[in-house]
């Protein structure tokens, strides 16, 4: 299983996705974590259920999101800010992808409280979560 996460290390407000999955892959290490560039060709061709990790700006506790539509639209401060809202809708009208499940980590906070918080995500919406259930469920942590 490969789980993709995004984040530039040299930006501060871009960086909690990569400190997060630092420490989520000593918690699972049989799970593939893969820093992905979405400047280039990131996506396992055979991969059908993509799940991402990624920062994301205004949160309090990790969250999950699988649908594009739950993202506003704001002025790109990176690079894959741009790319990723453009390219994850056309992979799944393309048919490249199915579905996607993406573990949204606050930009600012305690890196270990959100790997915790994440780690139950991947629990309940990954690991058991069944081949023909295609839906994905919000769980705030306690």
Same mark, same amino acid.
């Given at each position: 299983?490969?789980?993709?996460?995004?984040?530039?290390?040299?930006?501060?407000?871009?960086?909690?996705?990569?400190?997060?999955?630092?420490?989520?892959?000593?918690?699972?290490?049989?799970?593939?974590? *893969?820093?992905?560039? &979405?400047?280039?060709?990131?996506?396992?061709?055979?991969?059908?259920?993509?799940?991402? %990790?990624?920062?994301?700006?205004?949160?309090?506790?990790?969250?999950?999101?699988?649908?594009?539509?739950?993202?506003? *639209?704001?002025?790109?401060?990176?690079?894959?800010?741009?790319?990723?809202? %453009? =390219?994850? &809708?056309?992979?799944?009208?393309?048919?490249?992808?199915?579905?996607?499940?993406?573990?949204?980590? &606050? =930009?600012?906070?305690?890196?270990?409280?959100?790997?915790?918080?994440?780690?139950?995500?991947? *629990?309940?919406?990954?690991?058991?979560?069944?081949?023909?259930?295609?839906?994905?469920?919000?769980?705030? &942590? =306690?």
């Amino acid at each position: 299983m490969i789980i993709y996460y995004f984040g530039n290390s040299s930006l501060s407000c871009d960086s909690s996705a990569i400190k997060v999955c630092q420490i989520l892959k000593k918690m699972f290490p049989f799970i593939d974590f *893969r820093h992905a560039d &979405p400047t280039d060709e990131w996506l396992e061709s055979a991969q059908k259920n993509v799940v991402i %990790i990624d920062t994301v700006a205004g949160l309090n506790h990790a969250t999950t999101y699988c649908d594009m539509k739950d993202f506003i *639209r704001t002025k790109s401060t990176t690079v894959h800010d741009y790319d990723l809202s %453009i =390219e994850l &809708p056309l992979l799944i009208k393309t048919g490249k992808i199915q579905s996607i499940l993406i573990i949204a980590i &606050p =930009e600012k906070g305690n890196s270990k409280e959100f790997a915790n918080q994440a780690a139950s995500l991947i *629990r309940t919406n990954v690991l058991l979560k069944s081949e023909t259930h295609n839906s994905c469920k919000d769980h705030t &942590p =306690e």
